[in-house]
T-cell receptor
Framework: DAGVIQSPRHEVTEMGQEVTLRCKPI?????LFWYRQTMMRGLELLIY????????DSGMPEDRFSAKMPNASFSTLKIQPSEPRDSAVYFC???????????FGPGTRLTVT | QKEVEQDPGPLSVPEGAIVSLNCTYS??????FMWYRQYSRKGPELLMY????GNKEDGRFTAQVDKSSKYISLFIRDSQPSDSATYLC??????????FGAGTRLTVKP
């Protein structure tokens, strides 16, 4: 298996622009997680899905952030409009039925200028 | 007070040394405990996963959980330069809201 795939790997955008991050989980995994990692706040859970259904989005910082999972093999995290404080590395992770052992993708490094 | 406390280091040791990494936590509901290794500009990689108190060994790595003290540890024996990375502890209760420590940056010098 190729593991969790994320795209793009790097994104540089200007403040106010829409940003869309993409994730393909490991085939057969039922859970998908979106995290954000910064030096100041470490690794934070934003939202997670079970069988394509959002279960807990309490970590989503603001209404500017939204996430979707239209099918078992694809998820997006969208930021609209983006702000400089959104600059971070965004990770997607997936896990099997238990949701315990999570496998992370390589991350998307987002810079908002 | 953060739910999970982890000394960010940095920690520098000579090759072959025994490394001890630790985390404390405040939420007694946490039941599952994990250690992740993260190389620079990479995603975290699951190293160890344990559910109960006690020790779990996997090669050169030993994870230790003391629920009564709310304290977990990761020991690395015969440390190698390739072990140089940031190590994050993580824990969760019965749902899937994982809480991570800040990570400890480890350097093993040849």
């Amino acid at each position: 298996d190729a593991g969790v795939i994320q795209s793009p790997r790097h994104e540089v955008t200007e403040m106010g622009q829409e940003v869309t991050l993409r994730c393909k989980p490991i085939s057969g995994h039922d859970y998908l997680f979106w995290y954000r990692q910064t030096m100041m706040r470490g690794l934070e859970l934003l939202i997670y899905f079970n069988n394509n259904v959002p279960i807990d989005d309490s970590g989503m910082p603001e209404d500017r952030f939204s996430a979707k999972m239209p099918n078992a093999s694809f998820s997006t995290l969208k930021i609209q409009p983006s702000e400089p404080r959104d600059s971070a590395v965004y990770f997607c992770a997936s896990s099997s039925t238990t949701g315990d052992e999570q496998y992370f993708g390589p991350g998307t490094r987002l810079t908002v200028t | 007070q953060k739910e999970v406390e982890q000394d960010p280091g940095p920690l520098s040791v000579p090759e072959g040394a025994i490394v001890s990494l630790n985390c404390t936590y405040s939420n007694s509901a946490f039941q599952y405990f994990m250690w992740y290794r993260q190389y620079s500009r990479k995603g975290p990689e699951l190293l160890m996963y344990t559910y109960s108190s006690g020790n779990k060994e996997d090669g050169r790595f030993t994870a230790q959980v003391d629920k009564s003290s709310k304290y977990i540890s990761l020991f690395i024996r015969d440390s190698q330069p390739s072990d140089s990375a940031t190590y994050l502890c993580a824990m969760k209760d019965w749902d899937n809201d994982m809480r991570f420590g800040a990570g400890t940056r480890l350097t093993v010098k040849p």
